[in-house]
T-cell receptor
Framework: SAVISQKPSRDICQRGTSLTIQCQVD?????MFWYRQQPGQSLTLIAT?????????ESGFVIDKFPISRPNLTFSTLTVSNMSPEDSSIYLC??????????????FGEGSRLTVL | DAKTTQPPSMDCAEGRAANLPCNHS???????VYWYRQIHSQGPQYIIH???NNETNEMASLIITEDRKSSTLILPHATLRDTAVYYC??????FGTGTRLKVLA
């Protein structure tokens, strides 16, 4: 398995500001995934981040709003820019199980709970 | 993208088996079925996955129909701590709406 640490675990932010969420993994992984979970809803994939290349965004998510960095094989950041109350969600970092024989199962961090006032 | 359909909620008595169904009729031949659960305020937790054969681990059993269009997650002896939202996915990065399982004392 993989152990994933996210920071911050929660934050309260003012409208119009930006917040960067950090994700640290205890193993080297090729792909890292960022999800959003709005209150009472399921998980929605924001983007997939590969080391050394631009992140790939899902429909409805754009780089200007959710810029992602992936500087190495164990770390990624997601920034939520120019926040509005609609951005209040839990943001989750995820990776596939590393190692040989892995068949795509995902492991998640504990999430970053963001409240925008 | 392959999609899944799950009942929105289920109840199960403590100590009984919880059988959670999932329909994935559009699954492709090489796509696995994955199950996760999310206990309130925590990140989702991987449970089990399978391709064609039934699978069992220390957490649960997974029964996949021969045509692979549906599957059932079985928690053999549900406890109160199994109360959670259970997600079935057949396209590994995309999550459906899940089933909210409530285990009753």
């Amino acid at each position: 398995s993989a152990v994933i640490s996210q920071k911050p675990s929660r934050d309260i932010c003012q409208r119009g500001t930006s917040l960067t969420i950090q994700c640290q993994v205890d193993s080297q992984v090729t792909m890292m995934f960022w999800y959003r979970q709005q209150p009472g809803q399921s998980l929605t994939l924001i983007a997939t981040a590969n080391q050394g290349s631009e992140a790939t965004y899902e429909s409805g998510f754009v780089i200007d709003k959710f810029p992602i960095s992936r500087p190495n094989l164990t770390f990624s950041t997601l920034t939520v820019s120019n926040m509005s109350p609609e951005d209040s969600s839990i943001y989750l970092c995820s990776v596939e199980r590393p190692g040989q024989g892995a068949t795509g199962e995902l492991f998640f961090g504990e999430g970053s709970r963001l409240t925008v006032l | 993208d392959a999609k899944t359909t799950q009942p929105p909620s289920m109840d199960c008595a403590e100590g009984r088996a919880a059988n959670l169904p999932c329909n994935h009729s559009t699954i492709s031949g090489n796509e696995y079925v994955y199950w996760y659960r999310q206990i309130h305020s925590q990140g989702p937790q991987y449970i089990i996955h399978g391709l064609k054969n039934n699978e069992t681990n220390e957490m649960a059993s997974l029964i996949i129909t021969e045509d692979r269009k549906s599957s059932t997650l079985i928690l053999p002896h549900a406890t109160l701590r199994d109360t959670a939202v259970y997600y079935c996915t057949s396209y590994k990065y995309i999550f459906g709406t899940g089933t909210r399982l409530k285990v009753l004392a």
